[in-house]
């Protein structure tokens, strides 16, 4: 049976993320595919993509193809190249899940560089410039205030649990809404989305 191949078209994991693939499964094919040639190249010998397809070109000249793996989470770019892909044999999988706790971490740090003049600490840092009376007053304090979610999957799932440690309200709005998590008061329809950003001080974008 001859061995799988696999054009991986990504190096999101380092430069070594290819040779650590050979190194764990020596009896497959790993070819890393960067540019849309040498996408078109690999393309018609594939058995698996790991990553983003550059075009539609790609995807069609895949002709063995059998899986794609998105390391991301969506897939959207995927599916407006080749629609296709829904009634065909090819499984479509993501990476949904490893992204939540990196990307919620992100939101906080930026809700706390906001509230507290990061920006401008950092500047006035670069410029060797301190001045008491510009930092005594003027910033917002987290708790009590109320932020607004936008789709509570993993990682809205993921900010809620965290602005809720900084004693934060949090409401959420859901194509599918469910039973609110513990950090959660309320769990809204779509149809309230302009109901919940004129309550919030904080709006996170989830989806």
Known sequence: MPNLKVMVTHTHLGDDFVDN????????????????????????????ICGWPSSKEVLEAAHRLRWIHCPGTGIDAIMKNLPELADSDVVLTNA??????????????????LAHKGREMARDQNERYWSTAK?????????????????LGDIGKAVARRAFGFEID???????????????????GLDRLDELMGISDWFVVAA
């Open 21 to 48: 693939l050979r190194s764990e499964f020596p009896d497959v094919d790993f070819q890393l595919a960067m540019t849309n040639e040498e996408q078109l190249q690999a393309a018609p010998e594939a058995d698996i």
């Open 96 to 113: 949904r899940g490893p992204h939540a706790a990196p990307m919620a971490d992100h939101v906080l740090w930026m809700m706390i560089s």
């Open 135 to 151: 930092y005594d007053h003027g910033f917002v304090e987290l708790a009590g205030s109320t932020m607004g979610i936008l789709a």
């Open 170 to 188: 949090v409401y959420a709005v859901d194509l599918h809404p469910v039973p609110p998590p513990p950090q959660v008061k309320e769990v809204w």
